[in-house]
């Protein structure tokens, strides 16, 4: 990330940025559901086309309002 800073490319490290944010938020949402093994209840999960981001959502409840501009969240199925 700080080498695609420095050589001026913002794009590449946007998408580092985004990667980085998402692992981590994939690491959470994997050790929630370690600790919680064998009595998760029932959740549906959306993935963003732009950064990467997963959130939970109780289930038939809609997507997530996108945060940036042609964002969407893709239900996982």
């Known amino acids: 990330m700080k080498i695609a800073e420095q050589e001026n ?3 590449a490290a946007q998408s580092f940025r985004y990667a980085m944010k998402a692992e981590a938020q994939h690491e959470r949402l994997f050790k929630k559901a370690l600790k919680q ?3 998760n209840k029932k959740m549906d999960y959306y993935v ?3 950064s ?3 959130i939970a959502a109780n289930p038939g409840k809609p997507s997530p ?5 042609n964002e969407q969240y893709i239900k996982i199925e």
């Not at 309002?65 to 501009?69: C, F, I, Q, V, W």
């Open 65 to 69: 309002a996108p945060k940036y501009s």
């Open 48 to 50: 963003s086309t732009v």
């Open 9 to 11: 490319a913002s794009q």
């Open 52 to 54: 990467g981001s997963t």
């Open 37 to 39: 093994f064998g009595k």
